[in-house]
């Protein structure tokens, strides 16, 4: 878990914080019935409509998630001059915290999505909508509009969902004039094309669009950070937020890479959960958290926005109290007994997640060892941690050993965002948790080979792989108590 303090006063700062939002907007229809026939003329359901509801679709849900986290908010759009267009300036225009800059396009209809829903299960999407690019006059217009909405800005979002609004030349102009100003810019993209948002501070596709735009493999950890990796350097882009759903989000900049695990809500609509993380994501950075922070947010905005019905706006209190439970849950439910670490396998593998192990002392963790968990990580959606107990330690080091116990160990282990679970066993070796859990990656230190790691030879059998991490040279934790010890001698020797 990133800092509570600094991701409080993140939080704290979402009033003061004003987002420019600019791109397509839409108006999102949802109707309600049951279907308890089919049709005789075809054979499909017949839905049999109760109630209906609208509300602000594409850019229009992100400048709401904007507002209901406590933000305030100026969107840059085009509304058709029609009954769709005038609906969502009135809309906008209840809204104290959003202010609309909207253009009116007389040859271009308001996109309108409309879901239709039986019973709680969608049966059918219709879309009426215009995807070519903005007549000249048009976006003119709307850069007029952008300019002015800008003066007051703290960060802007381009919200693109390639409905024509954010065609090339608005695309290039918008960035620009953002960068004149050395307002950050956090981008949504649909076009493969991510060359097209040079310039901007963050980027954020999902894992789709990661493999159509890198051409290239994103299941691991490891394959959405070399994917991510290559896409930077080929495009000039500084970072990319790569949004990974049931495995989270990938954070990858040009020096490192971050990958947070989604947090375990019931997943229920993920209508709308997008426009969620990026209008928290744009918030937090804009209050001064960083990249790695303002995801961390962004994250668990996401998970409460799977949890709702329709195309739902998270609120800063549900935002604050998902922090505060994370805080308070997150390493009871990290450190497990194998029974209960089974059931959670079982789980991330129904969901398609790939499953890593490492194991260790871990007695005073490191630099070494950090690295190696990130190594780790980078190999699997999920890493196990199998922790020597102390009676274990003692018998494998020495009586002197550990010198720290075996609950404090386990605890520093699970405050490190690149373990999902820690296991302590009581076996000289980790065998029992390897032949149970059967890690598809197996991770040690490159002081091992292959044939030297207990267990590689089951986890090749059944068809998994080993991975040796490399070494942070100048770490080691009995060469650091042996150290200790000739310091506390000669300070002795000293004081006598």
């Not at 229809?29 to 509300?55: C, K, W």
């Not at 950075?285 to 960083?290: K, N, Q, R, Y």
């Not at 962004?298 to 998270?314: F, H, Q, W």
């Not at 042996?482 to 000669?490: A, T």
């Amino acid at each position: 878990m990133q800092n509570r303090s600094s991701l409080l006063k993140a939080l704290e700062k979402f009033d003061q914080t004003e987002v420019l939002v600019i791109g397509d907007v839409m108006l999102d229809r949802f109707v309600y019935g049951t279907a308890d026939r089919i049709s005789p003329e075809a054979p499909i359901p017949v839905l049999n409509i109760s109630h209906q509801t609208q509300m602000l679709g594409g850019a229009g849900n992100v400048v709401r998630n904007i507002a209901s986290l406590g933000g305030r908010a100026r969107l840059v759009s085009v509304v058709g001059d029609d009954a769709e267009g005038r609906e969502i300036e009135d809309i906008l225009n209840k809204q104290s915290s959003l202010e609309p800059h909207l253009v009116r396009s007389v040859g271009r209809p308001t996109t309108i999505k409309t879901r239709f829903v039986a019973d709680g299960q969608q049966l059918l999407r219709s879309d009426h909508e215009a995807t070519h690019a903005l007549q000249p006059q048009t976006a003119k217009k709307l850069l007029g509009a952008y300019v002015a909405a800008l003066k007051t800005a703290d960060i802007v979002v381009l919200s693109d969902y390639a409905k024509g609004v954010l065609s090339d030349t608005v695309l290039n102009k918008a960035i620009a004039l953002a960068n004149a100003k050395g307002i950050p810019i956090i981008a949504d993209p649909k076009s493969e094309e991510f060359g097209r948002y040079a310039g901007v501070t963050l980027l954020t596709p999902n894992r789709k669009e990661m493999i159509a735009a890198s051409r290239l493999p994103c299941g691991s950890n490891a394959e959405v950070a070399a994917a991510a990796a290559q896409t930077l350097k080929e495009t000039g882009l500084q970072a990319l937020l790569v949004t990974r759903s049931e495995a989270g989000m990938s954070l990858i900049t040009t020096t490192e890479a971050h990958h947070i695990a989604a947090e375990a809500l019931e997943v229920f609509d993920v209508s709308g959960a997008g426009d969620s993380v990026i209008a928290s994501l744009a918030l937090a950075h804009a209050s001064g958290a960083s990249l790695v922070e303002a995801a961390y947010l962004a994250n668990l905005a996401g998970s409460i926005a799977v949890s709702k019905s329709g195309t739902a706006a998270v609120t800063r209190d549900e935002l604050l109290a998902a922090l505060h439970s994370a805080e308070i849950h997150g390493l009871d439910h990290k450190i497990t007994s194998l029974d209960a670490a089974l059931e959670r396998v079982s789980n991330w593998r129904s969901r398609g997640l790939t499953v890593g192990f490492t194991n260790g002392c871990f007695d005073l963790v490191h630099p070494g060892h950090i690295s190696l968990m990130s190594q780790a990580r980078a190999e699997c959606d999920r890493l196990i941690v199998g922790l020597n107990t102390d009676d274990s330690i003692k018998r494998l080091k020495g009586p002197d050993r550990p010198v720290t116990g075996e609950n404090s160990r386990a605890i520093v282990l699970a405050s490190l965002s690149d373990v999902d679970l820690v296991v302590p066993f009581a076996e000289d070796t980790p065998l029992k948790l390897i032949e149970a859990i059967k890690p598809d990656v197996l991770t040690k230190g490159a002081d091992y080979t292959i044939d030297t790691v207990v267990g590689a030879d089951i986890v090749r059998a059944y068809g998994g792989r080993v991975h040796l991490a490399e070494l942070k040279e100048g770490f080691s934790t009995t060469g650091t108590i042996q150290r200790l010890l000739k310091q506390s001698d000669g300070n002795e020797v000293g004081n006598g």
